[in-house]
């Protein structure tokens, strides 16, 4: 999950389908801050995302999550 004061929040997202590279199912997963506008990254300042992960087998309603 994306943390609200990330640069771009909520942040696109990109994700393979199962059915990529030839139906393998290989799980691909990143957000993307910048896809749709550029960041220059200047020397000598810090800069910081921050996210969160949620890793759960079965099914999860908005409750549990």
Known sequence: M??????????????????ANGGRGDMYFEFVPIRHESWKLEPKQNYALKYRMIVFDG?????TA
């Open 2 to 19: 994306s943390f609200p004061e990330n640069r771009m929040h909520p942040e696109s997202m990109r994700v393979w389908p199962l059915d």
């Open 59 to 63: 099914k999860m309603d908005a409750k």
